[in-house]
């Protein structure tokens, strides 16, 4: 519930009122005489989903609510139409989540904490973002997630763009961005700390971490992460629903990024660390589009946008900027996507051909585990790839040529040169009624 408090010049009163009559919305009027003024006060309750509506209405009489109108939240309201209201709004023919523009740049940034708090808590995400990919521990990576303040600055950008307020836009991006560099820079000292304090073994191979390894490269699943972590933000921020869960979701899609640059420049493996970075950058811009798409879909967009909206946002020192940001965009996706299809096609590749082999009467008794694929160097510089297969069989069978007969098979349709390994689980199976 809302209630708005609008400060109308004299001239104007007539036209809002005519239209809060026409809406049946409950309302009082005061005078508002300092200095010799004939404004008026008007204050009125109604439901959230309903104030973009009537603020709209209510600007189309040519009020200008610019000099002074307050939206703000109540617990209830007893007037006399406020359940015909309700009904009409929350669970009627014009029933709408989103709320109003002004409302909205609000939550954003009423989401964004200051500046030392932010870089503060961002460190500190990493740290644990970091602890949490060399224990290999999907709870302390989750708990990094949960600390990581990123959704503000996502958020903050994004909402900027739709409503045109260049601040904004120039604050959130520069924050987002600015956080990552920290995280990074955090996770790298750590990192170096862990590993040359002895606290960790220096020669271990970091990219056999599971939780380290799948965050080395771009895949279909984290783009999808990324992208419904900035769809998710931009529905929770826009509309009446909950926005405190989003933050984690946005997270999971940058900080253990972030934190496995840090861990392969720290451990020596730039192509990690690159790998790393190419899967940060890719979901930062699939964030940031997603959210941008859904709050447009959603009708938020600036004031009068228009053609001549857009050649005015291209002129003088705007250009510059707007033209580099879309071209450090598109070289990015450019480089997510290119690794992704890669990786993607030979993936699905190998799986098949692994299904082949196994379909041959020889290994009738094999039954696929596993199939992991992992790039020497993520895929994106060596055509060189490793493969591994895991299979479950009898107890008293051996299978040496299985390893070779899918190294030859995968080799022959992709064109590349793997190595792999194939690791059996074998199974006993006791006779019904053995004692």
Not at 152 to 158: L, V
Not at 260 to 285: K, Q, Y
């Amino acid at each position: 519930m809302r209630e708005i408090t609008l400060l109308v010049s004299g001239e104007d009163v007539e036209a809002v009122t005519g239209v809060l009559n026409d809406e049946n919305i409950d309302y009082v009027a005061a005078s508002e005489e300092e200095n010799g003024s004939d404004a008026m006060v008007i204050e009125f309750p109604i439901p959230t989903e309903a104030v973009d509506h009537v603020l709209s209405r209510v600007r189309e009489t040519g009020f200008d609510d610019g000099d002074y109108s307050v939206v703000s939240t109540i617990e209830t309201a007893q007037t006399t139409n406020i359940d015909e209201l309700e009904k009409r709004f929350v669970s009627g023919s014009e029933t709408d989540d989103s709320v109003a523009h002004e409302e909205i740049r609000s939550k954003a940034i009423g989401m964004t904490p200051g500046a030392g708090t932010y870089y503060a808590m961002t460190l500190l995400s990493a740290f644990v973002a970091t602890a949490g990919l060399l224990l290999d521990s999907p709870a302390i990576v989750v708990g990094s997630m949960v600390i990581a303040p990123q959704v503000s600055a996502a958020m903050t950008g994004t909402v900027g763009t739709v409503i045109n307020d260049r601040e904004m836009v120039v604050d959130g991006l520069s924050s987002l961005l600015g956080g990552l560099v920290v995280a990074v820079c955090g996770s790298l000292a750590f990192a170096v700390l862990v590993r040359h304090g002895g606290f960790f073994p220096s020669t271990i191979d970091v990219s056999a971490i599971q939780q380290v390894n799948s965050r080395i490269s771009p895949g279909l699943l984290s783009t999808v992460v990324g992208v419904s972590a900035g769809a998710a933000g931009a529905f929770g921020l826009a509309t009446a629903l909950p926005v405190s869960l989003v933050g984690v979701m946005i997270a999971a899609a940058l900080i253990p990024a972030a934190a496995a640059v840090g861990i392969g420049v720290a451990w020596g493996e730039p192509l990690i660390a690159l790998g790393a970075l190419v899967l940060l950058l890719t979901n930062v811009v699939a964030i940031v589009l997603a959210g941008l798409v859904v709050f447009w879909h959603l009708g938020y967009r600036p004031d009068g946008w228009n053609a001549g909206h857009l050649r005015a946002n291209l002129r003088r020192d705007r250009i510059g900027t707007m033209l580099t940001a879309v071209l450090v965009l598109s070289v990015v996706l450019l480089a997510g996507g290119a690794v992704l299809g890669q990786h993607v096609a030979f993936e699905n590749e190998v799986h098949d051909e692994v299904r082949t082999v196994l379909a041959d009467e020889r290994y009738e008794d094999l039954e696929v585990v596993g199939v992991r694929v992992e790039f020497e160097d993520r895929g994106l510089l060596s055509e060189t790839n490793e493969i591994a297969v895991s299979v479950s069989r009898p107890a008293d069978r051996a299978y040496p040529d299985l390893a070779e007969a899918i190294d030859e098979r995968v080799s022959e349709r992709s064109g590349r040169d793997v190595a792999v390994t194939v690791e059996y689980v074998e199974q006993t199976t006791t006779e019904s009624g053995d004692r």
